[in-house]
């Protein structure tokens, strides 16, 4: 939203953020995407030195035939248990990605608070492209039940801020142009000014 918000601030219409939009969409990564692939990338090197490590550990111990079974086997249920926190925080990030990415697109304009609201553990299922499936329909319900977490989804009712309740704008009669002032004045005959 931050690219939107910079483009309205320099005086941009709806339509040429829009067009911009779709002129660059094709042209620049996600950042979401590019999070992901960063994040992956540096379990991977932190992974390899790792493993490194446990091969020259495993150079030193190589005289004793025991040991050195014994020390494999080690390092393998240790690779194991690393590969499988590695997925579980790979599928955390890509989940998490999902997430801002429809939550973005929906127009939430706090997505911390949205994503608060979700119902996500770690039995939710990412689909093939990426999504998750289910997200659509609570984000959908969000907007309806919590439209003033999104953007143009409420409409407010009622009193607008700086309006007295006649319809006319404030009461302050110091603040009012001469029209506001004779209508108040006809409408509240009794009003001190």
């Known amino acids: 939203m931050k690219f939107k918000e910079k483009l309205t601030e320099k005086g941009f219409t709806e339509e040429q953020i829009q067009a911009v939009s779709e002129a660059i969409k094709g042209e620049f990564i996600p950042k979401e995407?590019?999070?992901?692939?960063?994040?992956?990338?540096?379990t991977l090197k932190t992974t390899v030195e790792e493993r490194d490590k446990q091969l020259e550990e495993l150079?030193?111990?190589?005289?004793d035939n025991a040991a050195l079974k014994e020390k494999i086997e080690s390092l393998q249920a240790e690779n194991k248990s690393l590969s499988e926190q590695h997925a579980k925080e790979l599928r955390d990030l890509k989940v998490d990605n999902a997430i801002t990415t429809a939550l973005t697109a929906a127009g939430a304009k706090n997505i911390k608070a949205v994503k608060a609201l979700l119902t996500i553990d770690d039995k939710t299922e990412l689909a093939e492209d990426g999504s998750i499936k289910g997200l659509a329909e609570q984000i959908k319900a969000l907007a309806k039940s919590d439209g003033y977490l999104f953007e143009g989804k409420q409409q407010m009712k009622g009193v607008k801020p700086g309006e007295s309740g006649d319809g006319l704008?404030?009461?302050?009669?110091?603040?009012?142009?001469?029209?506001?002032?004779?209508?108040?004045?006809?409408k509240n005959?009794?009003?001190t000014i």
């Open 33 to 42: 995407r590019f999070d992901e692939v960063n994040g992956e990338n540096k």
């Open 59 to 63: 150079k030193k111990v190589g005289g």
């Open 169 to 186: 704008p404030n009461t302050d009669t110091s603040k009012m142009t001469y029209s506001e002032m004779a209508a108040y004045l006809a």
């Open 189 to 191: 005959p009794d009003a």
